[in-house]
């Protein structure tokens, strides 16, 4: 029987993995469906929002400086200071600036607003963790924990900083030291879900399965859909099948239209032999998201075992038409040819 389970970790969606900017399809859409097409409109949307929030910003702190006699006096440069540091007319921090940069996928300029700020406000806590956001974001973790560790300095509880500090060690391999930041901020009365599905990873990383599906369960608890998608796939990768498609299939009545959890379900199912399910849940998942081989292979795969031949066919060449790249070595289109030549047998 051919294996369909995924081996990659956990599918946590930190918030912060969520600052990274999605790119939004452009060009012709045909053939995509439409619940995808509303997603990336939708995606495209916020995405002109936030930019165009960030020129009214711009060219509103671009008349800051001059109104005190031009940046080369000492008024100019005091004003200069203050428009780095303060709200401004338009009531928009650099900090806040710097979020909006961020959520727009510019890394770089989200960090060198940040540093700029700190000149005028070295101890301000949230533009240290801003920066080690950045760091995290552009893949710099030891950059990153030196950052969350200054703001640590300033203010040792700060949980934000804790948080950030869990995972740039994390990143960096030392899973021991990320978990004692965990059991700080617990210590500090945060048990938050995000701090909970960050713990469940470090578990996971060293090993301890069973923590991690605790440190779950608690965010599960807290309502969090996340935790629950999580807690299916780690349960699946420990060979309990009948839990993973518990939890996923709860995770999946929140969010129907989560393709990626479709996905998740449909390959638990199969896993458990319930190929009729199984079925249904890859086809929709394979909708929501087109352009995933995996969904494609895992649906053919399961109509393979159903004796769907003309089924396994059309998502082998659905596969061939939407992810093409995914069959650089010709593997799918022979696979595809000798299911055809099957089919014509008497």
């Not at 859409?29 to 619940?35: A, K, Q």
């Not at 969010?255 to 890859?282: C, K, N, S, V």
Request: glycine letters at 8%; hydrophobic letters at 45%; a positive charge.
């Amino acid at each position: 029987m051919q294996r369909l389970w995924p081996t990659a970790v956990l599918l946590l969606a930190l918030p912060a993995c969520r600052d990274r900017a999605q790119s939004v399809v452009g060009g012709d859409w045909s053939g995509t469906p439409l619940s995808q097409r509303e997603a990336l409109l939708h995606k495209r949307e916020v995405r002109e929002e936030r930019a165009r929030n960030l020129a009214a910003f711009d060219a509103q702190r671009a008349k800051a400086a001059p109104q005190a006699g031009g940046v080369d006096t000492a008024a100019g440069k005091r004003a200069a200071a203050f428009a780095n540091t303060v709200s401004g007319p338009t009531g928009v921090t650099p900090a806040a600036r710097a979020e909006q940069l961020l959520a727009l996928g510019r890394f770089q300029d989200a960090l060198e607003e940040v540093q700029k700020a700190l000149v005028a406000a070295p101890s301000s806590s949230r533009l240290l963790n801003l920066k080690g956001r950045a760091l995290l974001l552009m893949n710099r973790p030891a950059d990153a924990a030196d950052a969350f560790a200054v703001a640590m300095a300033e203010h040792p509880t700060d949980s934000e900083a804790l948080y950030g500090r869990a995972r740039a060690t994390l990143a960096l391999g030392r899973a021991a030291e990320a978990l004692e930041y965990i059991n700080a901020l617990r210590q500090a009365g945060n048990d938050s879900a995000p701090v909970l599905r960050l713990e469940a990873i470090i578990r996971e990383a060293r090993g301890d399965t069973h923590g991690a599906l605790q440190a779950l369960a608690r965010a599960d608890a807290q309502g969090d859909p996340f935790a629950t998608i999580a807690q299916g796939n780690a349960l699946a990768r420990e060979g309990d099948v009948k839990g993973a498609v518990g939890a996923l299939k709860a995770a999946a009545a929140k969010r129907p239209r989560d393709g990626t959890l479709q996905l998740q379900l449909g390959t638990a199912l199969a896993e458990a032999g319930q190929l009729a399910e199984a079925e249904a849940a890859l086809n929709k998942g394979a909708t929501l998201l087109p352009t995933s081989p995996q969904a494609w292979r895992n649906l053919a795969a399961v109509r393979e075992r159903q004796g769907d031949v003309d089924g396994a066919i059309k998502a082998w060449e659905s596969l061939l038409k939407y992810a093409p790249q995914a069959d650089a070595q010709g593997t799918v289109k022979d696979r595809v040819a000798r299911l055809k030549a099957e089919a014509a047998l008497p």
